[in-house]
Antibody
Framework: QVQLVESGGGLVKPGGSLRLSCAAS????????MSWIRQAPGKGLEWVSY????????YYADSVKGRFTISRDNAKNSLYLQMNSLRAEDTAVYYC?????????????WGQGTTVTVSS | DVVMTQSPLSLPVTLGQPASISCRSS???????????LNWFQQRPGQSPRRLIY???NRDSGVPDRFSGSGSGTDFTLKISRVEAEDVGVYYC????????????FGPGTKVDIK
């Protein structure tokens, strides 16, 4: 079945780095645009970053621009988020999600999430 | 940037009764291709979000037909015809029309629980 599985979360000190991964299965990963979305504890959803199917087009939220880098490896059916210069406000559950463009601009499949905690 | 608002933010409902959530955007969500990219998501307690509705009124596969979406321009509504216990959770609207900065904008969420 269609599935996204995130990994790589953990506890990191402010200023540190972390790399999240998202393994896709059950669909042709290279056909789909992908996003990272995060949810701070007790808060709502915040879109973080987006990458086109080929990786040629990338967008970031202002809150992470210059610190986070999204990438993908279509041969490995994997999506990544390299997070540098982490701050306390980056503490959140991070979800990877599939975008169903061109049917719609929106996420039709979500992973279970991986938790990132930034604290000294 | 486009701002998404929802009301109410908390909605106690009675089982079997209808429920309605409003979502408003600060700018029209009609895209240049004529489509309106307004999505609705459900997040049950302890679970990942799940999309219910795309392009205002299209139900995703497997979504019960008691869920319906409507609206146009800047005003949108998610309706549950008869609330069931499994509908408890937080509902978010999200726009995908105005991009790329930010690409997607979520509403603050509406928490639905049982009276």
């Amino acid at each position: 079945q269609v599935q996204l599985v995130e990994s790589g979360g953990g506890l990191v000190k402010p200023g540190g780095s972390l790399r999240l991964s998202c393994a896709a299965s059950g669909f042709t990963f290279s056909d789909y645009y992908m996003s990272w979305i995060r949810q701070a504890p007790g808060k709502g959803l915040e879109w973080v970053s987006y990458i086109s199917s080929s990786g040629s087009t990338i967008y970031y939220a202002d809150s992470v621009k210059g610190r986070f880098t999204i990438s993908r490896d279509n041969a490995k059916n994997s999506l990544y988020l390299q997070m540098n210069s982490l701050r306390a406000e980056d503490t959140a559950v991070y979800y990877c999600a599939r975008d169903d463009y061109p049917t719609s601009y929106g996420m039709d499949v979500w992973g279970q999430g991986t938790t990132v905690t930034v604290s000294s | 940037d486009v701002v998404m608002t929802q009301s109410p933010l908390s909605l106690p409902v009675t089982l079997g009764q209808p429920a309605s959530i409003s979502c408003r955007s600060s700018q029209s969500l009609v895209y240049s291709d004529g489509n309106t990219y307004l999505n609705w998501f459900q997040q049950r307690p302890g679970q990942s979000p799940r999309r219910l509705i795309y392009k205002v009124s299209n139900r995703d596969s497997g979504v019960p037909d008691r869920f319906s979406g409507s609206g146009s321009g800047t005003d949108f509504t998610l309706k549950i015809s008869r609330v069931e216990a499994e509908d408890v959770g937080v509902y978010y609207c999200m726009q995908g029309t105005h991009w790329p900065f930010p690409l997607f904008t979520f509403g603050p969420g509406t928490k639905v629980d049982i009276k």
